[in-house]
């Protein structure tokens, strides 16, 4: 069962699955997204930058997030929000304050509910590689009430590979039901 917006508290946390990034991923998103930027699809071009191979499109990541987090407690409400010994060992430090990082929503005069996704901000920090495996810490940011059957939540994300380093990080701000 879905996680109603009553659910969440500022500064719940959870840690993701992880998901090795493959070849087949980043072919599939060229067909679909049609961003093949030579920094992305151009080996060559790669090699000579100096660089080990193409970078994995950064909307690439940010949609292989949001398919961990439906994987995880945060969403399924199958579990606690602090499921996994690496939520406890926070990505934002020991006793860090909710972000600073703020949203404004879409800013459509009008926005219907249903929605869903009502903005984001993504950072990349380092690029991702095929091969890279990813895992995202994700903490509920801000919460904000949009009427008496919808309000949203701002996740805040940072996005690590397998090594630990910090690769991404934002927020997403989507629109959370209710209960009645």
Aim: glycine share 12%.
């Amino acid at each position: 069962m879905p996680r109603c917006f009553e659910d969440y508290e500022v500064g719940d946390e959870v840690v993701t699955p992880a998901r090795t990034v493959f070849e087949a991923d980043v072919v599939n998103f060229f067909g679909l997204s049609g961003d093949q930027n030579e920094s992305h699809s151009n080996l060559e071009w790669s090699r000579e930058r100096g660089l080990p191979g193409p970078a994995v499109q950064w909307n690439l990541v940010f949609s292989l997030v949001a398919g961990l987090l439906s994987r995880s407690p945060f969403y399924n409400g199958t579990g606690p929000l602090l499921p996994h010994e690496r939520a406890r060992r926070s990505a934002w430090g020991p006793g860090c304050a909710a972000s600073s990082l703020t949203s404004h929503g879409t800013g459509l005069v009008g926005a219907l509910p249903g929605v869903g996704y009502r903005g984001f901000h993504v950072v990349n920090l380092r690029p991702v590689r095929v091969g890279d495996t990813l895992h995202a810490h994700c903490r509920v940011g801000a919460k904000h009430e949009l009427g008496p059957q919808l309000a949203c939540i701002r996740r805040d994300l940072r996005v690590f590979n397998q090594r630990g380093e910090l690769v991404q990080e934002g927020w997403h701000e989507t629109e959370c039901p209710r209960r009645s």
